[in-house]
């Protein structure tokens, strides 16, 4: 929890725009109206992921991502910076309930989690106010572009999203069955069952068409190497954004070294690449990432203002 670096915190539950119920941890930064809400991977949590403890380590091992991801020490970093931090488990995830018979709808769905964050901090006493900037995350990313095209406007009061590794599901079958050594055309099969299963087809969970509904500055972070996708994916969704973003990306094949964004000689030895080395370009902090796009929303601002 984030009591383990010294963080005050609020155990909480909001609901999702559809009634389902998120258990949320809420950081308060005294004197700050600022607020990062931050958005999950899939198979993560608020916390994290165990990806260096089995069963967990098994699944994703053999694209090398056999290690730990610790949110906690990030949310230090926003804390610190001066932000209030709003971390939840989406649906069908951590603690929070059950949804949708199970099914991962690649953001579709959890969109509506999304949705429910963002009127929660406008209808809680304690955040009601707050100037708001997003920190979404891989499926936490997609349901957020999903959530913005879905009910763009829920996003009219938000400053800005820092969006690390939007990817669609084909990509990432398809990169799955490579390093699997299987023949392409079993994607064929795969693609049948999933629709007999969930009713969606891989293409129903690209975030990529819905990445045209973003109408927040905002910075996006892939990394590059990464085995379980590849660059023209994250490219694809970040030409469609019709405002001003900035784009980063990182060495490594690890996607989970591109989760976290914590300085620690511990992070720094395990995951020296990836969005470790955006934030060393950067400015070594989660804060400059942050503030980076919040200095292209003032400056949209000003541009509005001189037409």
């Not at 090398?64 to 989406?90: M, Q, R, S």
């Not at 009713?199 to 590059?224: E, I, N, R, W, Y």
Request: charged share 20%; hydrophobic share 35%; with cysteine.
């Amino acid at each position: 929890t984030p009591a383990d670096v010294g963080l005050a915190f609020v155990e909480t539950s909001f609901s999702s725009s559809d009634g389902i119920s998120l258990e949320s941890w809420f950081i308060p930064c005294e004197g700050s109206d600022k607020l990062v809400i931050a958005n999950h991977p899939m198979s993560f949590s608020r916390y994290g992921f165990p990806s260096h403890l089995e069963p967990w380590k098994s699944l994703y091992a053999s694209s090398g991502n056999d290690i730990e991801v610790n949110f906690i020490p990030d949310y230090k970093i926003l804390h610190d910076a001066g932000y209030n931090v709003l971390t939840y488990d989406l649906r069908n995830f951590g603690h929070s309930g059950a949804a949708n018979g199970g099914v991962n709808s690649g953001g579709l769905f959890e969109a509506r989690d999304v949705i429910g964050s963002l009127v929660h901090a406008r209808t809680q006493k304690d955040l009601s106010g707050m100037r708001v900037g997003l920190f979404s995350r891989c499926l936490g990313c997609n349901a957020t572009l999903f959530a913005m095209e879905q009910q763009p406007e829920q996003f009219r009061d938000v400053r800005c999203m820092v969006a690390l590794q939007p990817l669609s599901t084909r990509v990432a079958v398809e990169r799955m069955q490579e390093l699997a050594g299987a023949p392409a055309e079993a994607i064929n099969d795969l693609e049948q069952q999933m629709r007999l299963n969930t009713s969606f087809a891989l293409d129903d969970h690209t975030p990529v068409h819905a990445a045209k509904s973003v109408m927040v500055p905002t910075l996006m972070g892939q990394v590059h190497d990464d085995l379980m996708t590849r660059p023209s994916d994250v490219q694809s969704s970040s030409t469609m954004f019709p405002c001003r973003t900035r784009n980063c990306s990182g060495s490594t094949a690890r996607t989970f070294a591109g989760m976290v964004i914590s300085t620690s000689k511990r992070s720094r030895n395990r995951c020296s690449a990836g969005l470790m080395s955006i934030c060393n370009r950067l400015g070594r902090s989660i804060k400059q990432l942050v503030d980076l796009v919040g200095e292209l929303h003032k400056n949209e601002v000003q541009s509005e203002s001189r037409t």
